[in-house]
C-alpha cells in the first residue's frame, strides 16, 4: 500500500490550461507539502499545509493553489499553465513536531508544450 | 535562515570504492539534518537524519553520516560502492520555522565496474 501517492504520474497540457494533480497519504500524518523540481533536479518547497496553517512560499505564482479536502489530501491546482510551469511535483508529508523527516510521493512529470 | 551548500555536483567512483558525498550547513539555531536518495524516475528516499543525538547516523543500505559542528558538515559515507547506488543525492536541513525541508542542489553518484 503507497504511503503518499500521487496522480497522474505524467501530464501532458497545453498553455493556458488548467490542471490538478491529486495526492493522498495513508500515514495519518497532519501536514503534507508540495516541492517542484526542475531540470536541474533543484527542490523547491511550494506550500506547506496543515489543518492549522497553510505556508506558501512567496516566490510561488498564485496562479498554483493547494486544495485540501480532508487531512489525507492535498491536491495542487494550476492555472493558465505556462513553459515554464514544466517540471516534476513532489507531495510528502510529515508529522508535525516529529524528527522523522518527510515521505516523498513519487512525483507528478508535468510538461505544457 | 538554514541552507546546505552540496560540494560536487557529480561524484564518480569504482565499484566497491569509498563513497564521500560532501554537504555543508548554514543554520542559527542546532539543525536537523537528512539525506535523501532519488533513483532514476522515483521520489525521494530517507537515508537516514541527523536530530541532535549521537553525531555518527548509520542510514539504509550502509550509509553512514557524521554530525561536525565544529566544520558545519554533514557528510554521507559509504565504505564499498555498489552499482545500485548510483542515484542523486540530496542533504536537506529543516528550516527555523519547521515547516519545510530546504535541499541542496544535490549530487549524481555514477559508480562504474
Known amino acids: 500500500d503507497t504511503a503518499v501517492s500521487q496522480t497522474p504520474k505524467y501530464l501532458v497540457t497545453q498553455m493556458g490550461n488548467d490542471k490538478s494533480i491529486k495526492c493522498e497519504q495513508n500515514l495519518g500524518h497532519d501536514t503534507m507539502y508540495w516541492y517542484k523540481q526542475d531540470s536541474k533536479k533543484f527542490l523547491k518547497i511550494m506550500f506547506s499545509?496543515?489543518?492549522?496553517?497553510?505556508?506558501i512560499n512567496e516566490t510561488v505564482p498564485n496562479r498554483f493553489s493547494p486544495k485540501s479536502p480532508d487531512k489525507a489530501h492535498l491536491n495542487l491546482h494550476i492555472n493558465s499553465l505556462e513553459l515554464g510551469d514544466s517540471a516534476v511535483y513532489f507531495c510528502?508529508?510529515?508529522?508535525?513536531?516529529?524528527?522523522?523527516?518527510?515521505?516523498f510521493g513519487s512525483g507528478t512529470r508535468l510538461t505544457v508544450v | 535562515a538554514q541552507s546546505v551548500t552540496q560540494l560536487g555536483s557529480h561524484v564518480s567512483v569504482s565499484e566497491g570504492a569509498l563513497v564521500l558525498l560532501r554537504c555543508n550547513y548554514s543554520s542559527s539555531v542546532p539543525p536537523y539534518l537528512f539525506w535523501y536518495v532519488q533513483y532514476p524516475n522515483q521520489g525521494l528516499q530517507l537515508l537516514l537524519k541527523?536530530?541532535?543525538?549521537?553525531?555518527l547516523v548509520k542510514g539504509i543500505n550502509g550509509f553512514e553520516a557524521e554530525f561536525k559542528k565544529s566544520e558545519t558538515s554533514f557528510h554521507l559515507t559509504k565504505p564499498s560502492a555498489h552499482m545500485s547506488d548510483a542515484a542523486e543525492y540530496f542533504c536537506a536541513v529543516r528550516n527555523q520555522a519547521g515547516t519545510a525541508l530546504i535541499f541542496g542542489k544535490g549530487t549524481t553518484l555514477s559508480v562504474s565496474s
Open positions: 541527523y536530530t541532535s543525538a549521537a553525531t
Open positions: 510528502a508529508s510529515s508529522q508535525e513536531g516529529s524528527d522523522y523527516g518527510y515521505t
Open positions: 499545509y496543515n489543518n492549522k496553517e497553510l505556508i
